[in-house]
């Protein structure tokens, strides 16, 4: 923490990793998606935030000191933390699933919504598991308990999210699944049913398309893997195009 002097009053600023939880990484987050530039005004405004105090009390404070101290706070720094893979809440341990294994239909349609959404706290349950009461007696000594999601720590959770987004951009450019129309007039482009995953109304909707709304169909996809999918989409892309060249 930095102690700062203002109005002879005392404010703490979080200036490290551990020292800032997801409710108050969210807060400062949207406070940036509204600014269309970092400028003076928007560190201002994250500086009010950081310190959990008015507006008017960080506009007291001269700018080049607001610049100087924003400049290095570590919320605009690239550095990422490296280790989220265990996390409690409310004293009940989580582990991070990982990406090695690929997912169902159905698990990454779900997660998806909670993407678009935004509803990362119910993703969060999903990228975690519980780790059994017997397990990791240590560990459980070790990591800090939070006693709810908002309070974990904000950088933990958006390395899970950032990890898992990186997983499906590689999974849907190993498919050629975003890049289908690219440089294709458009009179000429194949069924929306190729697009991107995250178009439309999501992955419910494009294999309502696939399967010709057969919900007997529809949910033995939701059942498949994921790359299944994927490979089926691709196959369907390419057989369009032979069709439309022939």
């Given at each position: 923490?930095?102690?700062?002097?203002?109005?002879?009053?005392?404010?703490?600023?979080?200036?490290?990793?551990?020292?800032?939880?997801y409710?108050l990484?969210?807060?400062?987050?949207?406070?940036?998606?509204?600014?269309?530039?970092?400028?003076?005004?928007?560190?201002?405004?994250?500086?009010?935030?950081?310190?959990?105090?008015?507006y008017?009390?960080?506009?007291?404070?001269?700018?080049?000191?607001?610049?100087?101290?924003?400049?290095?706070?570590?919320?605009?720094?690239?550095?990422?933390?490296?280790n989220?893979?265990?996390?409690?809440?409310?004293?009940?341990?989580?582990?991070?699933?990982?990406?090695?294994?690929s997912?169902?239909?159905?698990?990454?349609?779900?997660?998806?919504?909670?993407?678009?959404?935004?509803?990362?706290?119910?993703?969060?349950?999903?990228?975690?598991?519980?780790?059994?009461?017997?397990q990791?007696?240590?560990?459980?000594?070790?990591?800090?308990?939070?006693?709810?999601?908002?309070?974990?720590?904000?950088?933990?959770?958006?390395?899970?999210?950032?990890?898992?987004?990186?997983?499906?951009?590689?999974?849907?450019?190993?498919?050629?699944?975003?890049?289908?129309?690219?440089?294709?007039?458009e009179?000429?482009?194949?069924?929306?049913?190729?697009?991107?995953?995250?178009e439309?109304?999501?992955?419910?909707?494009?294999?309502?398309?696939?399967?010709?709304?057969?919900?007997?169909?529809?949910?033995?996809?939701?059942?498949?893997?994921?790359?299944?999918?994927?490979?089926?989409?691709?196959?369907?892309?390419?057989?369009?195009?032979?069709?439309?060249?022939?």
């Amino acid at each position: 923490m930095i102690k700062l002097n203002i109005d002879n009053k005392t404010y703490s600023l979080p200036n490290s990793h551990k020292e800032i939880n997801y409710q108050l990484g969210r807060k400062v987050e949207n406070i940036l998606i509204d600014f269309e530039t970092i400028d003076i005004e928007a560190k201002k405004w994250v500086m009010a935030a950081l310190i959990g105090t008015e507006y008017d009390v960080i506009d007291m404070v001269v700018d080049e000191q607001v610049q100087l101290i924003m400049d290095n706070h570590i919320i605009f720094s690239d550095n990422m933390i490296t280790n989220n893979k265990y996390i409690m809440i409310n004293h009940v341990l989580y582990k991070y699933k990982g990406l090695d294994n690929s997912i169902s239909v159905e698990e990454y349609a779900i997660r998806e919504l909670c993407i678009v959404n935004e509803e990362y706290e119910d993703l969060f349950y999903r990228l975690y598991d519980k780790v059994k009461w017997y397990q990791h007696p240590i560990r459980r000594i070790l990591i800090k308990n939070n006693k709810e999601f908002n309070l974990t720590n904000y950088y933990e959770i958006k390395l899970s999210i950032h990890q898992y987004l990186v997983w499906i951009g590689d999974l849907i450019k190993e498919y050629s699944i975003s890049d289908v129309n690219e440089n294709i007039p458009e009179d000429q482009q194949s069924d929306e049913i190729i697009k991107s995953p995250t178009e439309s109304f999501g992955i419910y909707n494009i294999i309502m398309k696939l399967t010709n709304n057969n919900l007997i169909e529809y949910k033995e996809w939701l059942n498949e893997d994921i790359k299944s999918l994927f490979k089926f989409i691709l196959y369907r892309t390419v057989d369009s195009q032979n069709q439309t060249n022939s």
